[in-house]
């Protein structure tokens, strides 16, 4: 069975150490906030301004002046901080981040990474992605291993427009979870979901994999 | 304290101010710290053929969007079009000017514009379509891309709460491009939820010192619409 959006999510969160400062993206990423184990800390930053995410409002405490990068509505904690946008990606750009977790619509071998934009079809904007990946020490994708239609998505180069060149460290698919090799340009299988097959996973990939 | 920086309303703040074919700085991220009753007003001047420096462009029906909907709008220099389908629809059919940037960058844009700063070096975009045409150097073995600062004729934010010297305090993250954007208009405009008299805020909390506000209203009352209402159940309640 391949691994769920929870289970996709908790799996990412295996990257997580103690002390970590973390960055999460939208969709899948912020799942992982729920699979955070209880006996390290973790610190959560959103780009919009703000160092310590808690969980979700109660209904009665919901305060749209408090929501994260994906415009959710959040909450504080008693150690969190707010500051402005330039303060925030002074934090991002100057390496102060230990791990961004984000989507991708492609990778390559060599740690190339697009998920913002397909020409002429599509166009969502980089916000805050282009700076993580750029200034964050660990970049780890959440992504489906092929796209809808069924064509792999980590691919020998990128063919949509890049968000950041050489700068993906790890995968986690809902086939199992990879670190990127960028000096080989190969997938590295760390975890496979129960079910899965080797074969499987070479089948869906454009770059080799090393079992 | 004199009171001359205080305004009735956004139509007298923006009086004598607003000119077709200007730039306008807008603080907010998503529908968050929106300057709303100043947009508003900008929508009621039918000032026109508008460059907007914003990270987003409001959302449908609401802040920038109206602007975008009344055709005001010639170019806007954003981040992030994506839950905004008018907007990506003007920008695919090149209806609408647009010049990406990166949220980090746009930031740090308006920071060096109000910092007198005409241009630095960031990682960001190295390699992408956004370092084309750009001047990239190496520093330290590693290629950075120039960027240069952005100014405006007139920034228009968001605060919390407003003194009469203009001495801003902001509320959570509706913070954001707020105080970065004060800094980088030729004139500025602050909207506040409260002006309250000089001498109840603490020197040592203010987040944008006055020299940087040119005028201030307080809004009448404020919509803060959210974007995505995410809740919890507390424990034991049925889910």
């Known amino acids: 069975m391949a691994w769920t959006r929870e289970e996709m999510a908790a799996q990412a969160a295996r990257e997580l150490q103690d002390g970590y400062y973390v960055n999460l993206g939208i969709g899948i990423p912020t799942l992982v906030a729920n699979h955070v184990p209880t006996d390290i800390d973790v610190v959560l930053q959103s780009e919009n301004g703000m160092l310590g995410i808690g969980p979700f409002p109660f209904e009665d405490d919901v305060d749209p002046d408090l929501i994260n990068a994906g415009k959710q509505t ?138 | 304290m004199s009171e001359r920086k205080i305004f009735k309303d956004a139509d007298e703040a923006l009086a004598g ?25 900008l929508l009621r001047s039918g000032v026109k053929d508008l460059t907007i420096i914003s990270n987003n462009c409001g959302a449908d029906g609401f802040g920038l969007w109206t602007l975008l909907n009344n055709s005001q709008i010639r170019k806007m220099i954003s981040s992030y079009i994506g839950e905004n389908k008018l907007f990506a629809e003007l920008c695919l059919t090149g209806k609408l000017e647009l010049e990406l940037t990166p949220q980090g960058t746009l930031a740090e844009r308006v920071r060096a514009g109000g910092a007198g700063i005409p241009a630095f070096y960031t990682r960001t975009g190295v390699g992408t379509v956004v370092a084309e045409g750009k001047p990239v ?82 809004g009448p009352s404020y919509e803060k619409r959210i974007e995505f209402r995410t809740t919890r159940e507390r424990e034991g309640a049925a889910g």
Request: hydrophobic share 45%.
């Open chain 1, 74 to 211: 959040v909450t504080a904690l008693p150690t969190s901080s707010f500051f402005s946008s330039s303060a925030s990606f002074a934090m991002i750009r100057g390496g102060h981040i230990d791990l961004a977790i984000l989507g991708a619509m492609e990778v390559a071998g060599n740690g190339d990474l697009a998920n913002w934009s397909v020409p002429g079809k599509m166009i969502k904007g980089m916000g805050g992605a282009m700076d993580l990946v750029a200034g964050v020490k660990r970049v780890v994708v959440v992504m489906s291993h092929i796209d809808k239609a069924g064509s792999p998505k980590i691919v020998p180069r990128c063919t949509l427009p890049l968000t950041g060149a050489g700068v993906v460290d790890a995968i986690i698919s809902e086939l199992g979870r990879f670190n990127l090799d960028r000096a080989t340009e190969s997938l590295i299988v760390q975890d496979i979901a129960n079910g899965v097959s080797l074969e499987e996973i070479r089948q869906k990939t454009e770059i080799p994999v090393i079992g």
């Open chain 2, 17 to 41: 101010i607003a000119f077709d074919g200007m730039t306008i700085m807008s603080g907010g991220f998503g529908l968050s710290g929106n300057p709303e009753h100043l947009i508003a007003g």
């Open chain 2, 137 to 218: 150097e190496t520093f330290e073995g590693a290629l950075y891309v120039r960027e240069t600062w952005l100014r405006a004729d007139l920034a228009i934010v968001k605060a919390w709460k407003a003194d009469p010297e203009g001495n801003l305090i902001y509320r959570k993250t509706a913070r954001n491009f707020n105080p970065d954007m004060a800094t980088a208009g030729k004139v500025t405009i602050a909207e506040v939820e409260e002006i309250v008299p000089a001498g109840t805020f603490d020197p040592d909390q203010v987040h944008t010192p006055g020299i940087y506000v040119n005028r201030i209203i307080q």
